[in-house]
């Protein structure tokens, strides 16, 4: 059974939420102590986080983080902050979607299953089998890392899903539609800018690897691959 954890004040909502989860099979936790956020999520070890913006003494994005340097389980914003900084801010701090309230439950619970069942279902299951090597830089799938040499770096679900397009057409031209569709189900709830967020995280992976500029943008097409640190000793 899937673990949800709700990191919400909201207690109406909460309620709300629980109930639509429990009736889709999945078992739900609130957190109880807000300056304990990141000890209960490792104490009940969830599969999913949904994740308020405003919240008692620290907000979401610190939570974010703090749940990112612990767990790459994808992490779903809830908030009624719906300005396109606070969607982007949330991604560039580790989430994985963004949810503004008020929302449709029916939607809600379609992105929570969506989210787990790239990360967990039979889609990651495909794709875990999978170890993708190029110029000696290497993304394995099935514990997101990437690794060149005796440097690794961890990443989220959706970084890994972007590089392993990317590093299976080197030097072509893989298209933002395409992008897209590998990551989220329906494009239509995705803002524009997301998938720049999410390049812009990917490109600073790399750059922890002492990779610069790979990732070329193609303007009105779409992003390739330039395996250039071949040359960088």
């Not at 701090?93 to 949810?99: F, I, R, S, T, V």
């Not at 967020?197 to 790399?206: E, S």
Request: negative net charge.
């Amino acid at each position: 059974m899937f673990k949800i954890f709700i990191v919400e004040d909201d207690k109406r909502l909460v309620s709300l939420l629980k109930e639509h989860l429990h009736k889709f099979g999945y078992a739900a936790r609130d957190v109880d102590d807000f300056e304990s956020v990141r000890s209960e999520f490792e104490s009940y070890d969830p599969h999913l986080v949904l994740l308020d913006i405003n919240l008692p003494k620290y907000d979401g994005f610190y939570w974010c983080r703090q749940i990112r340097s612990l767990s790459t389980c994808p992490v779903l914003f809830i908030s009624a902050r719906d300005s396109k900084m606070d969607q982007v801010m949330a991604l560039e701090n580790g989430a994985d979607d963004y949810l503004t309230k008020p929302f449709d439950y029916e939607i809600a619970v379609a992105k929570i299953n969506s989210q787990l069942r790239r990360a967990y279902g039979s889609y990651a299951a495909t794709q875990q089998q999978r170890i993708v090597t190029v110029a000696g830089l290497t993304l394995e799938l099935d514990r997101l890392y990437l690794t060149l040499k005796e440097h690794k770096v961890e990443l989220s679900h959706t970084e890994a899903k972007i590089l392993d397009e990317l590093m299976a057409r080197p030097e072509q031209i893989v298209s933002r539609d395409r992008l897209l569709d590998k990551i989220w189900d329906d494009q239509a709830f995705v803002d524009d800018n997301t998938l720049n967020v999410y390049v812009t995280r990917v490109r600073k992976k790399l750059m922890s690897l002492g990779i610069r500029e790979a990732i070329q943008t193609v303007r009105g097409q779409g992003y390739r691959l330039i395996p250039n640190w071949e040359d960088e000793e």
